[in-house]
């Protein structure tokens, strides 16, 4: 089993930065597909980034060259840099986990999840 808990979200003016940390429990994710989503008020969860390693990583167009995700597999924790902040970045960011290497941006094909954090980004 894995346990996920995220941390970093906060207030932010537009323009702004967070980073973001996933701290897996529980196994070892080095072998793991990691991945970020969020969800707005109203929406659907939304495919953000995922990373196999740090060398197989996809970021959604929406957030790319904004953001970045790396992890750390020595600490067992995944990060999400947020740079550039938009007001339509407000959401709850949700860390995700699949064993194995995967290329999806589907939320339904991963097994683990975090309780989210919430990123409010003011204009």
């Known amino acids: 089993q894995v346990q996920l808990v995220e941390s970093g979200g906060g207030l932010v003016q537009a323009g702004g930065s967070l980073r973001l940390s996933c701290a897996a429990s529980g196994r070892t994710l080095s072998t793991y597909t990691m991945a970020w989503f969020r969800q707005a008020p109203g929406k659907e969860r939304e495919f953000v980034a995922r990373?196999?390693?740090?060398?197989?990583?996809y970021v959604a167009d929406s957030v790319k060259g904004r953001f970045t995700i790396s992890r750390d597999n020595a600490k067992n924790t995944l990060y999400l840099q947020m740079n550039t902040l938009k007001p339509e970045d407000t959401a709850d960011y949700y860390c995700a986990a699949k064993a194995g290497l995967i290329y999806t941006r589907e939320s339904r094909e991963y097994d683990y999840w975090g309780q989210g954090t919430q990123v409010t980004v003011s204009s």
């Open positions: 990373s196999f390693y740090n060398a197989l990583t």
